[in-house]
């Protein structure tokens, strides 16, 4: 159980266009979803965290208007990194959690990279 | 201002041996402890948690130590394996709010076959 899966796993773009994400919790439902980014030799980092049907909660530094994040319902969030730089290239994971638990599934990440 | 620390970034154990991961935090707050495991190119997976009203739980070959008064956390695996290679997390939550998660810089671990 409480597996998460991620679409696509690897994407490669140009600099200008926009590139969505999706992460859906398979066998379970996802009240709270989480996407983080990492990038090589650091820790994950965490960009933002949406509860289902509300607005996404961003972390200090992180552009709201550039990651747009929706969590529409209990098994889906997207994440769209909009206008791409080639500085957005990273590894984005996201990871769900059901509604009073604390422990958080992963995804399997998706590798970004913008030219 | 990095709130859990994994001070050492890499450890190499032989098989069969004890493997002993450690990670330090600073924020007194945090309440819930975890450990995940990843794979190059994965996302992490979930290995153990421990609450903070406990000093020890095991699960199979792991097991997490808390020390609430020095502010640290330890896994053991027991007999290490090759399979065990990869990097592990430390991470630390709070309860209430929305229950972010902190997470440590990793230490990557290889068991030498």
């Known amino acids: 159980g409480a597996v998460v899966s991620q679409h696509p796993s690897w994407v490669i773009c140009k600099s200008g266009t926009s590139v969505k994400i999706e992460c859906r919790s398979l066998d379970f439902q996802a009240t709270t979803m989480f996407w983080y980014r990492q990038f090589p030799k650091q820790s994950l980092m965490l960009m933002a965290t949406?509860?289902?049907?509300?607005?996404?909660?961003?972390e200090q530094g992180v552009e709201k208007d550039k990651f747009l994040i929706n969590h529409a319902s209990l098994t889906l969030s997207t994440l769209t990194v909009t206008s791409a730089h080639p500085e957005d290239s990273s590894f984005y994971i996201c990871?769900?959690?059901?509604?009073?638990?604390?422990?958080?599934?992963f995804g399997p990440g998706t590798r970004l990279t913008v030219l | 201002d990095q709130q859990v620390k994994q001070n050492s970034p890499s450890l190499s154990v032989q098989e069969g041996r004890i493997s002993i991961l450690n990670c330090d935090y600073t924020?007194?707050?945090?309440?819930?402890f975890l450990w995940y495991k990843k794979y190059p190119a994965e996302g992490p997976t979930f290995l153990i948690s421990?609450?903070?009203?406990?000093d020890k739980n095991e699960d199979g070959r792991f097991t997490v130590f808390l020390n609430k008064s020095a502010k640290h956390l330890s896994l053991h695996i027991v007999p290490s394996q090759p399979g065990d290679s990869a990097v592990y997390f430390c991470?630390?939550?709070?309860?209430?709010?929305?229950?972010?998660?902190?997470f440590g810089i990793g230490t990557k671990l290889q068991v030498i076959p």
């Open positions: 990871s769900a959690r059901t509604s009073g638990r604390y422990t958080q599934y």
């Open positions: 949406s509860n289902e049907g509300s607005k996404a909660t961003y």
């Open positions: 421990i609450s903070s009203i406990k």
């Open positions: 924020n007194s707050m945090f309440d819930y």
């Open positions: 991470a630390a939550t709070l309860r209430g709010g929305y229950q972010k998660v902190t």
